[in-house]
């Protein structure tokens, strides 16, 4: 059961930090396959999902925007996509609120 957005895209498309924050982690994730967690403080938190890259680290802190991984299919059972979540401590929250384009 997922509680984000599965958003369709292009293997090998970038893929952007919402806000600044601190990579919690950037790593392996059964069922989500390559998977970035970002904390952006006040109990925020975003997800994102069957990435065919990482870029970040452990640790790392990012600016809003910048360019965290690359989008893939890694454990995706719609092939190439994005799984994007957004949580308040362990709260999901609309995480269409919190897309704009570009």
Do not use: C, M
């Not at 997922?2 to 069922?31: C, M, P, Q």
């Not at 893939?72 to 929250?93: A, N, Q, V």
């Amino acid at each position: 059961y997922n509680r984000g957005i599965h958003i369709k895209t292009r293997y090998g498309e970038s893929v952007y930090s919402i806000f600044k924050g601190i990579v919690k982690y950037a790593d392996w994730l059964e069922g989500y396959g390559k998977t970035i967690i970002l904390s952006h403080g006040g109990g925020y938190y975003s997800i994102y999902a069957h990435l065919s890259k990482i870029i970040v680290k452990k640790g790392e802190k990012v600016k809003i925007r910048q360019v965290i991984g690359r989008t893939g299919d890694t454990e995706s059972f719609f092939g190439t996509e994005l799984y994007f979540e957004i949580r308040k401590l362990s709260k999901p929250l609309n995480p269409l609120y919190y897309l704009s384009r570009r």
